[in-house]
């Protein structure tokens, strides 16, 4: 079963606007979720992460929000620029004794048109 | 500084054949990890090691797979008998202490073809 879902396997975009990546979740365990983006060849990268303990987390273009109730999260890029296309996959740590054991999402490829 | 370097960067084998996959985390990173990606779908988790030991390896698939780390730096994941099932982009990932607040640090991956 599928605990951690991106509904939406892409998503085009124009520079300048905002770009919006969903991701839901079915373990009520998890509390710490990440963003990687990932470019063709080369291994995922650390974007933002947030803990279940917030809403939301900020980092100069990113945004990741979170709502446990819905079990949902969302990572808002904005302005949107050419270099953000890539795929992104969105990740759950349900903490225990083994940190750093995620698991992921299937992937949103984001494409940004000049 | 360097990064999480991994070897080889394609290895096509015959089934039935046996290979290693080797990984050079960033120095001083205790924490390693190995993750599988099969196309189209997300990382999967197989192995975490702390130090030398292998503290979680609830995602081995099978007993085919067998992973070690003899020193606590270099890990070579180590695959008997393979299936063209086994077929991915196997990655390997380094943090510093393995907590919550040290995001992981991945490799380009190892792409294995089981013919």
């Known amino acids: 079963d599928q605990q951690v879902k991106q509904n939406s396997p892409s998503l085009s975009v124009q520079e300048g606007r905002i770009s919006i990546l969903n991701c839901d979740y079915t373990?009520?365990?998890?509390?710490?979720f990440l963003w990687y983006k990932k470019y063709p060849a080369e291994g995922p990268t650390f974007l933002i992460s947030?803990?279940?303990?917030?809403d939301k987390n900020e980092d100069g273009r990113f945004t990741v929000f979170l709502n446990k109730s819905a079990k949902h999260l969302s990572l808002h890029i904005v302005p949107s620029q050419p270099g953000d296309s890539a795929v992104y996959f969105c990740?759950?740590?349900?903490?225990?004794?083994?940190?750093?054991?995620?698991?992921f999402g299937q992937g949103t490829i984001l494409t940004v048109h000049p | 500084g360097a990064g999480v370097s991994q070897t080889p960067s394609n290895k096509v084998t015959e089934k039935g054949k046996y290979v290693e996959l080797r990984c050079d985390p960033i120095?001083?990173?205790?924490?390693l990890y190995w993750y599988r990606q099969s196309l189209g779908q997300g990382p999967e988790f197989l192995i975490y090691?702390?130090?030398?030991?292998?503290?979680?390896d609830s995602g081995l698939p099978n007993d085919r797979f067998f992973a070690v780390r003899p020193e606590g730096s270099v890990s070579t994941l180590k695959i008997q008998r393979t299936e063209r099932g086994d077929s991915a982009v196997y990655l390997c990932?380094?943090?510093?202490?393995?907590?919550?607040?040290?995001?992981?640090?991945f490799g380009n991956g190892t792409r294995l073809t089981v013919t």
């Open positions: 990932a380094s943090s510093s202490r393995g907590g919550k607040g040290s995001p992981l640090h």
């Open positions: 373990n009520s365990m998890f509390d710490y």
């Open positions: 947030i803990s279940s303990i917030k």
């Open positions: 990740a759950a740590d349900a903490g225990g004794t083994s940190y750093g054991k995620l698991t």
């Open positions: 120095s001083g990173h205790t924490a």
């Open positions: 090691f702390q130090g030398t030991g292998a503290a979680d």
